[in-house]
């Protein structure tokens, strides 16, 4: 039997193990046609924001604007599900606020981008560090809008990525 990455782990069945092979090698090709035909919204999601991430790191500044719509959402995503929406708006992407609002409303993620709406309006505008200016008011409010947007407003996330994609295949 071939050894691959998950060759280690006994509670993975072969169905598991055979469709996250097909991920990696959806992956690894940037194959949009086979992205396209899985059936899991998780797997095309992880599926796709992986090729993105492939493609920006190959080339900065190369996604198109469908693609950095994906692409800032679901980093946003990401970071506010693995330490709060502050981490991207002030370390990860602080140049794309506004752009990230934008971005949010074009997937349909429109509660989601009032929330980081009203995050943005928190921050200091001469861009320095929110901690080193805030008070535990603005602070209880920006715990209070990660919560919020952690808590996914406008539903799964996985599901808008896939309309929106289905919606803009031609351009990804």
Do not use: H
Request: aromatic letters at 10%; hydrophobic letters at 35%.
């Amino acid at each position: 039997m071939k050894k691959d990455s998950f060759s280690g782990l006994s509670w993975m069945t072969e169905e598991i193990r055979n469709e996250l092979n097909l991920r990696d090698k959806i992956v690894k090709e940037e194959d949009i046609e086979k992205l396209f035909s899985l059936n899991d919204n998780s797997d095309f999601s992880i599926a796709l924001y992986e090729i993105l991430v492939k493609r920006n790191k190959k080339k900065t500044n190369s996604l198109n604007e469908i693609e950095l719509n994906l692409f800032l959402c679901m980093n946003l995503e990401n970071a506010g599900q693995a330490d709060s929406i502050l981490t991207f708006l002030q370390e990860w992407f602080p140049k794309q606020n506004e752009k990230t609002i934008k971005s949010l409303n074009e997937i349909g993620a429109t509660k989601s981008s009032e929330i980081i709406k009203k995050a943005i309006e928190l921050l200091p505008e001469n861009g320095s560090w929110f901690f080193d200016s805030s008070d535990e008011e603005s602070e209880k409010l920006m715990s209070k809008l990660d919560s919020d947007f952690s808590n996914y407003p406008d539903g799964s996330m996985k599901n808008l990525y896939r309309k929106y994609a289905e919606i803009n295949r031609s351009r990804i």
